[in-house]
């Protein structure tokens, strides 16, 4: 790897098989009907989105975006969730028998457009995990604002209104996206789903208890943690042979398999410190600017002598002074053309990364020994695509 022209992502497929394996299976042990919905905005890159659609996964999408490159990869195994659908999207969705979770007052109302035809939809649940869950929620005491609330009776109004317009409501779901990402979570929303059907007497087709789990961490919850439990409580009211477990994995599936590979390229010496510049960024593994730190590698390149130095700030390519990704105590210098490789960096990455100075780099995939390319790193051409009067100089 040591060749390539940094910086680039890998992909490491067999990684990829082992997870995808593993949650296939434990799904198959607590459950047995289930269906895996691959969360496109995790990482929605060709290579990937194409990987899960051949392994038996659908595609999960929030967007009508989404939802068209869903189709223009032959993805024809659907969940359509979110607030950000097209009409003409929704409609055909609908029409084709795609999981469709409505999320929406104003879905609901496109609802009376449909010809009557026995179509059939599942709902997104507002529910109030932080009271389930004190302090593990993303939002705290401001509570979340997907779906429709359970607890003050909009779930009831709009199931109501749903069916009322001659569709059914056959799936609930549940996505919750947590601080902790620990089982507990999970045991909420099976114990939400198993109240709320009981309640209004649902018949349920599924019970979509959404992503947000961890993956490729051995000292993290794994797969038969969350959905053993999940089976365990949902048992009490739903029967396998008619209601089926969806889950909808990103960060758990991509996260872990993909890693960024970049170059020193610099290593400048101020009164304060020492600043080791790279070809990479904070701006394509932590495009929101939250991580603390990272799974990473320093391959220091040669036999030249180094002196330990006490403090080095590994910092990036762009232009803002908070463009640095982390901090050496006390460690061997490091110094122009070493590598460091940051692991682990698949999830909410690749695909929310701006295009900030420097376009999207390429993109290798990595298979026992063989690596293939993926994608070349974007130039101009692609920078400028869609733009009126580009012939202008
Ligand atoms: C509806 C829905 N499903 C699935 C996911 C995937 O979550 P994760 O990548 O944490 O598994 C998300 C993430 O926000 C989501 O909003």
Known sequence: MNSLKTPYFVINKDFLDEELHKLKNALQRSWGNYIVGYSYKTNAFPWVIKY???????AEVVSDDEYELAKSVGADKLIYNGIAKSKETFFEAVRNHSIVNIDAEYEINWL??????NYEVGIRVNFDLESKCPGQTQCGEDGERFGFCYENGE??????KIEEKGVKVVGLHLHKSSKTRMPDIYRAIAETAVEISEKYGLKLKYVDIGGGFFGGLSSKPQFPEYFDMVAGILKQCFDPEETALIVEPGMALIGAAVDYYTSVVDVKRTTRNTFIVTDGSRTQIDPLMTKSSYFKEIVRIGSEPRQVFERQIVSGFTCMEHDRLFELSNELEILTNDQIVYHKVGAYTMCLSPLFIKWFP?????EGE?????RDRWTVAEYKSRCIGDKEK
Do not use: T
């Not at 390429?362 to 990595?366: G, S």
């Not at 063989?370 to 993926?374: D, E, L, P, S, T």
């Open 155 to 160: 779930l009831k109004r709009a199931i109501d």
């Open 362 to 366: 390429a993109v290798y995939v990595k």
């Open 112 to 117: 009376a457009e449909l010809e009557p035809n």
């Open 370 to 374: 063989h690596i293939i390319k993926a």
């Open 52 to 58: 899960f659609r051949d392994n038996g996964c659908y």
